[in-house]
């Protein structure tokens, strides 16, 4: 813990890190990350952590999909955090629209697929 303490992290910016369980429950347990550079991105994680000596967490769906395009090493964080939810929002006058109609259902197709291959 001390290790992860002590290395320098990029994050996501406030707006966003806020919204996500892994930040909250990583202060829950009193830890504080040293954070020395912040992205508007989760895509650009990948891409800063290969070409600096910094750190970063990202979910794991996340890190073994950009596995294959990426030279970083992956590990696992050594506390418990809490699960994450996930939801999709619209607008009400969108919801018969066929083009967010089928958007909404190939997003929650390939969730579920990915859950599916999670599991086993």
């Not at 919204?19 to 009193?30: D, H, T, V």
């Not at 830890?31 to 600096?52: D, F, G, H, Q």
Request: aromatic share 8%; hydrophobic share 50%; with cysteine.
């Amino acid at each position: 813990m001390a290790t992860m303490r002590s290395l320098p992290h990029t994050v996501l910016v406030s707006e966003l890190r806020n919204m996500l369980s892994p930040a909250a429950g990583l202060l829950a347990q009193g830890v504080r990350r040293r954070e020395v550079y912040a992205s508007n991105k989760l895509w650009a994680v990948p891409m800063i952590i290969e070409r600096t000596d910094l750190v970063g967490f990202m979910p794991r769906w996340f890190r073994s999909e950009i596995a294959r395009n990426f030279d970083v090493v992956a590990h696992e964080l050594p506390i418990e955090l809490p699960n994450q939810s996930c939801a999709m929002i619209w607008l009400v006058r969108s919801g018969r629209d066929p083009g967010h109609t089928w958007l909404r259902e190939s997003l929650a197709a390939a969730f579920l697929a990915r859950l599916q291959s999670a599991a086993e």
